[in-house]
């Protein structure tokens, strides 16, 4: 019997390894995210685990304004250099001053719950990803 891949949960061990991982088709090329099982213009069940690159882009933001005493937070949606688009928060800059366009890169980070998630800084203010 083939156990059944659990790709949410792949994700999430690559990160708690301090590693960014995506899904790519090896048919075709396409890099996927969110996780799955099968690359979802194809259907192929070739789908393996690349690196990312950690560089990508603001497609959409918005500002989060909380109660106080929680601070107003971004949340954006992602374009990665690979192709797929991802949500997650810009940090490191006011929420305000998040710009559609603006070129960022990747760090893995600790959420509240202690598990690990993606964020973005921008590009200028990155070096390479840890």
Not at 4 to 21: D, T, V, W
Not at 50 to 67: H, I, K, N, P
Not at 97 to 109: D, L, N, S
């Amino acid at each position: 019997m083939t156990a059944i891949p659990h790709p949410q949960e792949e994700y999430f061990a690559h990160l708690g390894q301090g590693r960014f991982m995506i899904q790519r088709s090896r048919s075709s090329g396409a890099h996927v995210f969110y996780p799955r099982v099968v690359e979802p213009r194809t259907g192929a069940a070739d789908l393996e685990w690349v690196a990312a690159s950690g560089r990508g882009t603001v497609y959409a933001t918005t500002v989060m304004r909380a109660r106080a005493p929680a601070s107003p937070y971004n949340v954006c949606l992602v374009q990665l250099e690979e192709g797929p688009r991802m949500m997650s928060r810009v940090e490191g800059i006011a929420p305000e001053a998040v710009r559609i366009g603006m070129a960022v890169r990747a760090r893995i980070a600790r959420g509240d719950d202690g598990q690990p998630l993606v964020v973005f800084h921008p590009e200028a203010e990155q070096g390479e990803m840890p």
